[in-house]
């Protein structure tokens, strides 16, 4: 059974490096929580001092000037860090990339994944597909840190030709407009060239926001196939 330790001297611990950043309205609402009744739990620390576990408690009890209460678990890092906060609060899209980010150069598929997302300001699932070239998007090897580009040449050129459509459609980023389109590059019978010739023509009236991929892809059918004789099965 480990043993509890207390400590006010709050220099002697140190935040994981990589672990999610302080969420301010999460520890103001500890600490006016604690302000009128401290309960006793523990946080989880490593043997190098870093907390695994309970690092907006320990800012709190920083700040009220309390006693933190913490064990040593030997060998704790990011993954079980990740583990924990699995069951507990949910970690977002943006916690797990930056938690790969901060491991000095160990994940270099998602820092060529931030410089992606921050050239075409696009969301996540839109990012994913595109780098995976695929519109199934499954975020559980992004978030276990297994995530691997199939081909990044290939992502941007993709990526450059929806962004060609955005004087004709604002929410050319949206997911399910870039999936939708991600579909129809790996269609033998899509040009976009064609595509791009009868949105310029008027087919750009047609475009709508649609709730699903499927429904995308209809629409784009629908313009694709605008003035044309020869129609063209996309779906």
């Not at 890092?77 to 924990?84: D, F, P, Q, R, T």
């Not at 609060?89 to 998602?110: A, F, M, Q, S």
């Not at 929410?171 to 407009?177: A, D």
């Amino acid at each position: 059974m480990n043993t509890i330790l207390t400590t006010t001297n709050y220099d002697e611990l140190k935040p994981l490096k990589g672990n999610r950043p302080i969420n301010n309205n999460h520890l103001n609402s500890l600490i006016k929580s604690m302000k009128k009744r401290q309960l006793f739990t523990t946080g989880i620390v490593n043997e190098k001092n870093e907390i695994c576990d309970g690092q907006h408690r320990y800012a709190a009890c920083k700040v009220l000037e309390k006693p933190f209460h913490y064990i040593i678990e030997p060998g704790y890092g990011l993954n079980e860090v990740i583990a924990l906060n699995t069951s507990s609060k949910k970690w977002t899209n943006e916690n797990y990339l930056n938690c790969y980010l901060e491991r000095d150069g160990d994940y270099p598929e998602y820092v060529k994944f931030k410089q992606f997302m921050d050239k075409y300001k696009m969301g996540y699932k839109s990012c994913i597909g595109l780098l995976c070239n695929t519109s199934s998007i499954n975020t559980k090897s992004f978030n276990n840190g297994t995530f691997t580009i199939k081909s990044y040449n290939k992502a941007v050129k993709m990526a450059d030709m929806i962004m060609q459509t955005a004087p004709y459609y604002s929410r050319c980023r949206t997911w399910n407009y870039v999936l939708a389109m991600i579909t129809l590059f790996n269609n033998k019978d899509f040009q976009f060239d064609r595509f791009l010739k009868r949105l310029d023509s008027g087919g750009s009236r047609k475009m709508m926001t649609c709730s699903t991929i499927k429904e995308t892809i209809i629409m784009i059918e629908e313009i694709y196939n605008f003035r044309s004789k020869e129609k063209v099965r996309l779906y």
